[in-house]
């Protein structure tokens, strides 16, 4: 037996109306791509036309300057020595907050968004308050010769100040939403809390890891604020590659300058590409495990 399903017929009105939509969805696709053109693709391309200004010789030149390649020797070991350590609080902390609870929890999370909210300048005085010559451990390093403000430990101290949320608030909002019952299973099982640990969270949750590594390592190898308070913008010894093109730009060095500021955007090219790999794989993982389940 057929059923027959009536279909009204379109007025001029409703005609007019999906007319309309589609004129406002194109409107506001284009409005989206000329808003980006203008204010992320036209400065990108500057940069390299800047950079490329007087050929490729002075652009490789520029590269392979000493004080340049130390800018970018001192990027990575900064970022190198402070996204590890935000990857181990952040692993801790949001295991901590999702599968305990705990007086001050909230107070916790409440820290680790601190870095979010505050300025990366104040960021930097304080560690300039706090370790500087004047500040309230300046003395006693001074007394053993330890130094760390206008050295490497403050830049990474800095690094590692700016970049503490990005790993952690990347976990937590994910390991809530899965639960604590496959650690539970584990532990009626007999698995002791390393075992769980590293054969059930770890795994679920190695995804999401690697993409909070990537958001903080992209802001610690880009940070400029607290990182030029605690450097002294010593030329070869204290200067990251923002910090490095700021100076070549103020002596009016715009072909080096523009280099350095291009590469530091073919260090982001990177980090979005792998950013979107992970994505993927991430959406694919959770297919994956979604399908069985409606089998």
């Known amino acids: 037996m057929r059923v027959a399903i009536s279909v009204p017929a379109q007025t001029p009105a409703t005609r007019a109306k999906i ?49 340049t390649l130390s800018a970018v020797k001192l990027t990575f070991i900064a970022a190198g020595i402070a996204v590890p350590l935000n990857l181990l609080f952040g692993l801790a902390s949001a295991w901590c907050i999702t599968k305990f609870n705990f007086r001050g929890k909230n107070v916790l999370i409440t820290l680790i968004d601190l870095p979010l909210a505050v300025s990366p300048v104040v960021s930097g005085l304080i560690f300039v308050l706090v370790f500087g010559l004047h500040g309230w451990f300046g003395k006693w390093l001074d007394a053993h010769n330890i130094q760390i403000i206008f050295a490497v430990p403050g830049i990474v101290l800095a690094t590692a100040f700016v970049t503490v949320p990005f790993i952690a608030r990347e976990l937590i909002p994910f390991m809530q939403s899965q639960g604590t019952e496959e650690e539970e299973a584990a532990a009626v099982l007999g698995a002791g809390g390393w075992q769980i640990f590293f054969r059930v969270t770890l795994p679920n949750i190695k995804w999401s890891l690697l993409y909070g590594v990537i ?81």
Do not use: M
Not at 34 to 41: E, M, Q, T
Not at 250 to 260: C, I, P, R, S
Not at 261 to 277: G, M, R
């Open 19 to 67: 007319a309309n939509g589609g004129l406002l969805r194109v409107l506001l696709i284009g409005a989206a791509f000329l808003y980006l053109a203008f204010f992320l693709l036209l400065p990108l391309a500057v940069v390299f036309a800047q950079a490329f200004a007087k050929g490729a010789q002075a652009y490789f030149s520029a590269i392979s300057d000493q004080e």
């Open 215 to 295: 958001l903080a390592t992209s802001r610690a190898v880009g940070e400029f604020g607290a990182v030029s308070v605690v450097s002294g913008h010593i030329r070869g010894e204290t200067t990251t590659l923002p910090l490095h093109a700021e100076i070549l730009y103020n002596e009016y060095n715009f072909v080096a300058a523009f280099t350095a500021a291009s590469l530091l955007t073919l260090l982001a090219v990177i980090t979005l590409i792998v950013k979107k790999f992970v994505e993927w794989k991430t959406e694919h993982r959770n297919e994956s495990a979604v399908l069985p389940e409606q089998a």
